[in-house]
């Protein structure tokens, strides 16, 4: 921000912001006192749990509040002017105009029956009055400043023609038509990989300094807040908890919800098994069910009877930082530095001997080109190219790579709902490549249990909680009586920490951690020895994040069950992985220890992953790296490295004319790349500490 920032009237202020929704049940307080001051080209970063008021204060500025919404007290000054007494036309106005939003599903942002082009001229020439071949040109040239290739191509194209990461630059191109004042993005990468996300991040950076725009940036991701905002406020349960300066709350933080969150997410430091995770306890709570007082005591360990359950408690100053206050009664008397919270520590796992082996599999689908009528000619899709890893008993395999990568396939080939085109996978002596699930047994079947992304899908709506698992222990004989049934559900509810009265109700008297939790539960009904687990906690709040973590692994402690974890989030996978598999485009680029990953040398895609992972801590830096362009259709991959389109490394006539040799570093450390031995161990750390500079 400018010096002569104190003359400048802010782009937008919440003062003593009040929401509320009706309901017939009354009126329900959804943010209640909220104040932020955004002044001229600065970023302001909202955190906390799902339900805590983000999006509700994002919609109250754009006044999308619906019928049953309402501002009951407050004021929201745009460039100094009360949004609540403008008109409906004067609103019309400002929006996408002067204030625009970038949403977390582009899709929902994008019609599928309009060509992009149609959707994007139609911002300027509603709101600036430009022809229709003018606002084409416009388009023309934000879609290239978005950094989107063949631009000509994109305004031609209908939405479901171009991928997820090209859509979401699409919907930010379209908020920056007009050249906003205000930008307000909710969770606008969350649905996005993480090299697509490093890129977005980028984009959005060099446009907010290029235009000037003012941002607000709702996120759960602390790492992408450290990133790209100036100031936070941390949300709980409707209401501002601390609010400061990026590096001061990071740094300084000072209230225990904060550094509750914080203790939720895996930095560099953390460890499974010395340092591990440690959950925010209890629930948020309902809307209409807040306690008195501060909102967090009933979860909070410093909670003082009569001093934090006292009326409402006002937000303070923190001593010697005007600008960083905190609404926490006992702040100043807490030792932030001793009184972390810290995880128990448990002794490391040994691995035992192989449970699955994986020999050269290869999935490959055939596609036919043509009409409807005339035969066309065949493709073949390329999902899975020669694969080939273990996994031991009690160990933790984790595999990455972007969407598209061929990660999923594998599931489905293990999981018998495809069969393997060639090679071999073997679970103990079973070939499991050419079994499909309905010609397994009930024996093979039960060693063999996945754990979906998505809660929310895989639970069925009309049973209870209890009559789900139950079905899954008779299913593979692991008991049969009434009794015996009622135990062991009651028993692995008690496993996965839900009360035993959860086995009556059903699953949509459950939040989403709760229904990934009988997920879990339901997987392990039948004593597994392998589990999958495909992108299990990227759909939760971090808080619930780290406690379904730490359950996965308690379990796979007490029951010695070997591990697939499935993910984009490098965070995660240092975290709780053994070993790490990277594929890209079918093929896996490199394979190790999860030491050997996260340190030098590295495949040059590993490189670039480690490279664009958000890093929630302010002592850590990263090198560079931002992947351009787009995955190759597995239809038509690279004639030599797969990676080779996207490589900073590439050479020319080697890497895009032959398939690279598989390099050795070590026992079980593996390179599939062209580049020499001694350069590949030659490359510089991504993540490494930062060099504090000498006073």
Known sequence: MSDHAADQVPVLECRNLCISYYTRAGEIPAVVDFNLKLMPGEAHGIVGESGCGKSTVALAIMQYMGKNGAIVGGEI????????QMSEEELRRIRGSRIAMVYQEPMASLNPSMTIGDQLAEVPIYHDGLSEREALARAEEMLAKVRLPDPKRILASYPHQISGGQQQRVVIAMALLSNPR?????EPTTALDVTVEAGIVELINEIAEEFGTSMIYISHN?????????????????????????????????????RGLFGSIPLPGA??????LVAIPGQLPLPHERPEGCNFGPRCTFFRDGLCNVGR??????????????????FQEIDWDRDLPKGEAKPPVEAGDTVLSVENMTKHYLIEDGGLFVGGSERVVKANEKLSFTAREAETVAIVGESGCGKSTFAKVLMGLEDATDGKVMLGTVELGDLPVERRNAETISKLQMVFQNPFDTLNPSHSVGSQIARVIRKFGAASKDEEVEEIVFRLLDTVKLPRDFAKRKPRQLSGGQKQRVGIARAFAGNPKVVIADEPVSALDVSVQAAVT???????????????????????VRYLAD??????LGRIMEQGTTEEIFAPPYHPYTEALLAAVPIADTRIEKRHIVLKGEIPSPTNPP???PFSTRCPYMMPGTCDAELPPLRSFGEGHRILCHLDPAELAAMEPVIKPKVEAAE
């Open 77 to 84: 000054l745009f460039e100094g002017r009360d949004m609540r």
């Open 182 to 186: 205000l930008l307000l993005l909710d």
């Open 222 to 258: 602390l790492g992408l807040i450290l990133e790209t905002c100036d100031r936070l406020t941390v949300m709980y349960s409707g209401e501002a908890v601390e609010v400061g300066d990026i590096h001061d709350v990071f740094d300084e933080m000072r209230h225990p919800y904060t």
């Open 271 to 276: 460890d499974k098994n010395a340092h591990p």
């Open 313 to 330: 408690l006002p937000m303070h100053p923190v001593p010697g930082d005007d600008d960083h206050k905190v609404r926490c009664e006992r």
């Open 550 to 572: 730490e359950l996965l692994m308690d379990i796979q402690r007490e029951n010695r069950t070997t591990m697939l974890f499935i993910s984009h989030d490098l965070s995660v």
């Open 579 to 584: 070993r790490v598999v990277v594929m890209y």
């Open 639 to 641: 004639r030599g490295c």
